[in-house]
């Protein structure tokens, strides 16, 4: 094959997905990707990382600060909360797929700071086909969406996370996919009875897809 224009690079992952390529080989791929502009300010790109395939494949919005340095989706912050959920849900999380929407660190400067920037529709869009070859590899039974970006990229403008305790959404991508709270959304939200609660709806999302995936669970030692 000729070398193919950087910009087509999410395309042809999505084909070599389908044709049988390894994450190894996606991930490689994705290192190059200039889809959008994000790349130029990212350390690198961070791709999804666990099991091919999982029974669950959780989707985050982009990586942050800390995991644009480190290459691996949710090693932060919101990385410690989404941990602490899974262990209280029964999930292992050396089962479970974690990815994000975005491949690339999207933020702005504030003194010394590196500050979390939203991507655009475009920036998403440019990025999608990465997500569509990520899910042809991991097969997942259960997909949860943590927050809204990631709601919106895979089941669409409509879904209204805030609605959705508890509820599966319709949806042909998994037999199970759930729409829960971003791990950033604990951390924001303020202290005492509104941080118990936004950490309580994304652990009780957990624990119906735990219900429901026996494969992700820890195993009890015989
Ligand atoms: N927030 C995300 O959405 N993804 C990460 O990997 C880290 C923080």
């Known amino acids: 094959m000729s070398d193919p224009s950087l ?24 290192e190059r990707c200039r889809a959008c502009d994000l790349w130029e300010r990212a ?30 989706p949710f090693v932060g912050p919101a990385g410690e909360v989404l941990d602490r959920a899974l262990r209280d849900a029964g999930l292992d999380r050396e089962r479970i797929f974690v990815t994000n929407v975005v491949k690339h660190f999207k933020w702005r400067p504030s003194g010394k700071r590196r500050v979390h920037e939203k991507p655009t529709k475009a920036e998403v869009r440019a990025c999608a086909p990465w997500l569509e070859a990520e899910l042809a590899l991991v097969r997942p039974q259960a997909i949860v969406c943590l927050g809204a970006t990631a709601a919106g990229a895979l089941l669409g403008p409509d879904i209204r996370v805030s609605t959705l305790a508890g509820t599966p959404v319709a949806s042909a991508l998994a037999p199970l996919v759930m729409a ?5 959304a604990v951390l924001r939200a303020g202290g005492g009875d509104a941080t118990r609660a936004a950490y309580e709806r994304l652990a009780g999302d957990l624990r119906l897809v735990a219900e429901r995936t026996p494969d992700a669970r820890y195993r009890v030692p015989d």
């Not at 910009?7 to 994705?30: F, I, R, T």
């Not at 829960?180 to 950033?184: D, E, K, Q, Y």
Request: charged share 20%; no cysteine.
């Open 7 to 30: 910009a087509d690079l999410p395309e042809l992952g999505l084909v070599s997905a389908k044709d049988g390529a390894s994450l190894e080989a996606l991930a490689q791929l994705a």
């Open 43 to 72: 350390t690198q790109t961070v791709f999804g990382i666990g099991p091919t395939p999982a029974p669950v494949m959780l989707v985050g919005e982009q990586p942050g600060d800390r995991e644009d340095r480190a290459g691996e």
């Open 180 to 184: 829960t709270l971003h791990p950033s």
